[in-house]
């Protein structure tokens, strides 16, 4: 930081002009003070400027990662879900026989039931020709 050499301001106030040389030696001590604390504000500016980059790109580099591990997740989960329905298929045709006959005496015992349950109903309705 400049510092204000006091000999030399006593000397111009004691000249013709004192008090002018007086107050121009101040006021250019006043100024290369603040311009040597705006250069050290400048350069912890800089490194600031720096540190707000670094993270940045520190919390992008994050971000990028992580994507990566969720697009890795759900290709994995996709390949394991597209196996099981490739061994699901392979299933099917290896039973396909079974379960169409399965499927027709279920749909046969179903049409049974309902035949049976209609017939018992229509019955009750009907009594002595009256609706109940």
Do not use: P
Request: hydrophobic share 50%; glycine share 8%; net charge negative.
């Amino acid at each position: 930081m400049a510092k204000i050499n006091l000999k030399k301001i006593r000397e111009a106030a004691s000249g013709k002009k004192g008090l002018v040389d007086c107050i121009f030696l101040l006021a250019a001590a006043v100024i290369d003070g603040a311009d040597e604390i705006l250069d050290e504000l400048g350069e912890m500016g800089a490194d600031g400027e720096e540190f707000i980059f670094e993270l940045g790109a520190d919390f992008v580099s994050i971000a990028d990662k992580t994507a990566d591990i969720v697009a890795w997740l759900i290709s994995k989960t996709v390949i394991l879900l597209l196996r099981q329905v490739h061994d699901m298929r392979m299933a099917l045709n290896v039973y396909r026989r079974e379960i169409t006959k399965f499927g027709i005496i279920g749909l046969m015992t179903a049409t049974l039931i309902i035949g049976l349950y209609s017939w018992v109903t229509d019955y009750e309705y009907a009594y002595n020709g009256r609706i109940l």
